[in-house]
């Protein structure tokens, strides 16, 4: 302000000695050519010159020349509490806009808009810092964990474990909510978000995080959102907004909430003794109302007040459903057998993709697969180490059909035969389950006899190796190649040997020349 005064008694110099213009004399001091103006003016009020200037001293001429402005008696000043919530209800609200409401309610005992904004803007000065700000209703949501945790004791173990307290500010009101987690995770973190929407009872437009490695990749100038908590920000159709690195005033609601949360909850509650998260949160639920019921020192109504008021007719509806955590694991080469594994689980995605890379999105009861940004599976989550979940639509044509191969299979084949190829198909499987590689493997291989020698003769083929009480696909086959299938009589040569345990052998016929079928 010395620097000030000395450039006015230089003004006041050459506008007497040189006749400069206000502008030409505010280039040669350094000042505007409005100040320089006002001073001028100043001094043809009090008959002040040079000489009479510098006898004067700095306080005295400073008096004279910032003479503070003094409210008007016949004039009624705004309301600027009421003001001040006007414009943190909405964010199209401008000053210009309220002072045109104001003058059309006091017409000529209202202050004219220059005067409006001055003493608005000393009653900004006078409130707290976070409540200079201007923060628009149902806007902003500021997130932060506190650096005291809460104790807790594990009942099974005995062990001495510390809880996370996560704390959420809105902006307008300053409505606080608290959450206790056993770790600052991507889980946690998630679940926390999900408890504070529910809390509130609907969603904000945009949520400031700090820079934990849950909520930013990678912080800088251009920050890389974390991309499950991304995903969340599109369930719940609101933007993330992180914090700048070492600039606390971006979230110096959030910083001040930590405070009040800490000083009003969690010193209280280190006091008590806790078996579990759960009991921990019940007691905080417990608390918060005191917190936000409390009246502000020096505006009207409480944070419980302004949120009934302001943030909660403009928050967003919240969606039918929480959001589910799910994890990214890394991207990973589709295996020849078109499987992928997953926490030591083999999950199939379809078999056009070996070789390519996917990545996995785990949440609690489910496994997706997704290849150049698109889902390509997915899969009921199962952590049963070294065994696997397959598909069948993921596998080729040809590894279908062999799948498919089972008891029920070659049934569906052989009833569109004949009663005794059912019968033959049966026996492969006797004692045998339903899925049985060598039980299949000889089922297979009737087929191929059913294709070579057709089905009229292979159902024959059936039915006469029944009548020797041996449907192997040895003798079914031996049957065909010797045309047996095809003879009138019920003769059989000699060198046909069924392939049967219940065969009893040659000296058996040698003692009855003759057998019956």
């Known amino acids: 302000m010395k620097n000030n005064i000395q450039k006015y008694i230089e003004a006041i110099r050459l506008r007497e000695s040189g006749g400069y213009s206000a502008n030409y004399t505010a280039q040669l001091v350094g000042l505007s050519d409005k100040t320089i103006s006002r001073v001028w003016v100043i001094c043809d009020e009090h008959q002040l010159n040079y000489d009479k200037a510098k006898l004067m001293g700095y306080k005295e001429l400073k008096l004279l020349f910032n003479k503070k402005r003094e409210l008007e008696k016949d004039k009624v000043l705004p309301d600027y509490e009421a003001v ?6 909405h964010k199209h609200s401008t000053l210009i806009q309220l002072w045109h409401e104001y003058k059309a309610e006091f017409l000529e005992k209202a202050y004219c808009y220059s005067q409006f904004t001055h003493y608005y803007r000393k009653f900004l000065a006078k409130v707290d810092l976070s409540m200079r700000q201007t923060h628009y209703a149902g806007e902003l949501v500021y997130v932060d ?5 809460i104790p807790w004791t594990d009942p ?3 062990e001495l474990k510390y809880a996370q307290v996560f704390v959420a500010v809105l902006g307008c009101s300053q409505y606080t909510f608290a959450f206790a987690s056993k770790s600052q995770n991507s889980e946690d ?3 926390a978000h999900n408890q504070t929407f529910n809390f509130l009872g609907g969603v904000p437009e945009a949520v400031v995080p700090d820079n934990l490695k849950s909520a930013v ?6 920050p890389i959102i974390n991309r499950t908590y991304l995903e969340m920000a599109r369930h719940y159709n609101l933007s993330i907004i992180p914090a700048r690195v070492r600039k606390p005033k971006d979230k110096s609601l959030a910083e001040i909430g930590v405070l009040l949360v800490t000083r009003w909850i969690t010193v209280p509650l280190t006091r008590r003794k806790f078996f579990s998260i759960e009991e921990i949160n ?18 009207s109504g409480s944070r419980t007040s302004r949120f009934l008021e302001l943030d909660k007719p403009l928050l967003r509806a919240l969606p039918n459903k929480s959001f589910e955590c799910a994890n990214w694991m890394a991207k990973q080469k589709v295996s020849p057998d078109y499987h992928v594994y997953v926490k030591g689980h083999a999950y199939s995605v379809p078999y056009s993709l070996v070789s390519e890379y996917v990545e996995a999105r785990v949440t609690a009861k489910l496994v997706e697969f997704y290849h150049d940004g698109k889902r390509v599976a997915a899969h009921t989550r199962n952590d049963t180490q070294g065994e696997h979940t397959t598909n069948p639509l993921h596998r080729p044509a040809s590894h279908q059909a062999y799948a498919e191969q089972s008891l029920q299979h070659y049934l569906k084949w052989a009833k569109s035969i004949g009663s005794y190829t059912v019968e033959a198909i049966t026996a492969q499987f006797d004692n045998k389950p339903e899925h049985s590689v060598i039980a299949n493997k000889a ?4 087929q191929q006899l059913a294709k070579v020698f057709g089905h009229e003769r292979f159902e024959a083929a059936c039915v006469r190796a029944k009548a020797i009480n041996s449907l192997t696909v040895k003798s079914i086959r031996s049957i065909l190649q010797h045309k047996l299938d095809q003879q009138v009589d019920d003769s059989v040569p000699e060198d046909f040997v069924p392939n049967h345990q219940n065969v009893r052998g040659s000296s058996y016929y ?3 020349n003759s057998y019956v079928i």
Request: charged content about 25%; some cysteine.
């Open 189 to 191: 973190f998630i679940e």
């Open 510 to 512: 040698q003692e009855d």
């Open 217 to 222: 990749t990678s912080a800088g100038s251009n």
């Open 282 to 299: 019940q007691a905080i639920l417990e608390l918060l109302p005191k917190l936000n019921e409390r009246n502000f020192k020096r505006i």
């Open 156 to 158: 099974k173990t005995g």
């Open 145 to 149: 964990y506190a650096g005291k945790l």
């Open 84 to 89: 001040h919530k006007k414009m943190q209800a």
């Open 443 to 446: 089922c297979s291989q009737l």
